[in-house]
């Protein structure tokens, strides 16, 4: 029989959610050990953004949650205890200092993910948090009720009152996300929906995307279509791969691709010139192609497209390449005008998790209360971050949402003994939020030297 420490919460993942998660349990009085299996805490936060690590996203609420693709209203709760700005202030407080870039996206000022991790080291700390590196758990134990404690892969045994489930998803396997959380919530009873790869490239049927390998396109709109509902659309950028594409746009996209199986027929059309109607681009080639009158058609279009694309916009617009420019015929230009504002591929499917940014999918949040996080099935067991059925578009939305939930997860955390008061007699889903009150004045002074910033590499998660 396992002596149980009625106080002490285990949290399981040293990830973005279980580095906040402890963070806040401790903050609100209870004895915490962090479990990572991994050498490091936040090995998965060193990848994010390419290194630089996209924390979080600072829209306004509403915008925010247009930005969650699964659950949404399951996360109203777990934002409003803990948002956007309340991170910023955490982060910047604990010596992580930060900027905004375009499409409102938030990085540390130095451009290096380890000052997020040593951020949250240092807070751990400060906060007596008991950090266990190559601590993988094998096992959560119960009484059939409540939670006893974690079974350690190498035997050990951890009693505790509560435990915290922070593992992840399935994506980047490399860095510990091998769906552990998954397993453990099987296990006790939870249900697991079907986890798919999402925020990841696409693969499409047609072969000339090979001779476009490595071509980016900017400021095109994308739509994506299933039959006659269209699932996605946006503008930004987008990148050709010798098996499909790829980018920001295409990885949103995908998301809402979704669990359809591949015999849904999905369809990108892209909009080369978004800035212009069908008229204004027709006058726009036909001025070009008055300028360019005698030459050949296929050398008249180097002020249209990008060198790569233009062959394939010959071959499917189906005009001899040879022609004379001054001999292209009205339902020549039309067809070509068409195919601009609507270049069409069709879908084959997703790349695997191994090229994935999230996993969309994981323990249902019906099982879970969304006012705390805790299990409807088991007493002191908690979830938060990847390992839930939660997920949004690239931006540092994902990162939010592990934030989030973390915050609070670990500051709902009650204590076993009827006996101890909260404290200081503040509710607990205050204290830890409180200690970093954010005011959008506090925001302009803090974040006003790095406004406006241009971006460099891709989305964050």
Not at 70 to 77: A, E, G, R, T, V
Not at 105 to 132: I, M, N
Not at 197 to 222: F, R, Y
Not at 426 to 450: D, L
């Amino acid at each position: 029989m396992m002596n149980i420490d009625k106080d002490q919460a285990v949290v399981i993942g040293g990830g973005a959610a279980g580095m906040m998660a402890a963070a806040a349990a401790a903050e609100n009085g209870r004895p915490v050990i962090l479990l990572e299996k991994n050498e490091k805490l936040g090995k998965k936060l060193y990848i994010t953004g390419k290194g630089r690590c996209n924390v979080t996203n600072a829209c306004e609420r509403d915008k925010f949650f247009e930005n969650i693709v699964s659950n949404p209203k399951f996360l109203y709760s777990a934002f409003h205890a803990f948002d956007n700005k309340r991170l910023e202030m955490f982060l910047e407080e604990n010596g992580c200092y930060l900027k905004e870039e375009r499409g409102e996206r938030v990085f540390p000022a130095s451009d290096h993910a380890s000052d997020v991790t040593a951020a949250f080291e240092r807070f751990l700390r400060k906060r007596g948090v008991q950090v266990r590196l190559h601590s993988a758990v094998r096992e959560i134990k119960t009484d059939g009720e409540k939670i006893t404690g974690v079974i350690l892969v190498d035997g050990s045994v951890i009693p505790a009152g509560t435990v915290i489930v922070a593992t992840g998803g399935l994506s980047y396997q490399s860095t510990g996300s091998t769906g552990d959380g998954h397993r453990m919530a099987r296990e006790l009873g939870h249900k697991v929906t079907d986890c798919v790869p999402a925020l990841v490239p696409l693969e499409t049927e047609e072969d000339w995307c090979k001779k476009l390998q490595g071509l980016s396109l900017k400021n095109v709109s994308l739509t994506m279509t299933c039959g006659k509902k269209k699932l996605y659309q946006g503008f930004g950028e987008m990148l050709f791969t010798h098996y499909g594409v790829s980018g920001p746009l295409v990885l949103s996209a995908s998301s809402y691709l979704g669990k359809r199986k591949v015999a849904d027929v999905a369809v990108l059309t892209i909009d080369l010139k978004p800035a212009l109607s069908e008229e204004q681009l027709d006058k726009r080639i036909l001025r070009d192609f008055e300028e360019n009158r005698n030459r050949q058609f296929k050398n008249a279009l180097g002020g249209l497209y990008p060198a790569k694309l233009i062959s394939v916009m010959i071959e499917r617009s189906g005009i001899d390449p040879e022609k004379k420019v001054h001999e292209v015929t009205k339902q020549e230009r039309r067809r070509l005008t068409e195919l601009t504002k609507a270049f069409t591929l069709q879908v084959r499917g997703k790349r695997g998790f191994e090229e994935a940014v999230i996993t969309q999918g994981g323990v249902s949040v019906k099982e879970v209360n969304p006012s705390t996080m805790e299990s409807k099935r088991i007493r002191g067991l908690y979830f938060a971050g990847e390992v839930l059925d939660l997920d949004g578009l690239t931006g540092g939305f994902n990162l939010q949402i592990a934030w989030s939930t973390g915050y609070l997860a670990g500051s709902s955390v009650k204590s076993a003994s009827k006996d101890v008061p909260p404290l200081d007699r503040t509710p607990r889903s205050t204290r830890f939020a409180s200690q970093i009150t954010f005011t959008q004045e506090n925001a302009k002074v803090r974040h006003s030297p790095q406004k406006n910033q241009k971006g460099r590499g891709s989305d964050g998660i």
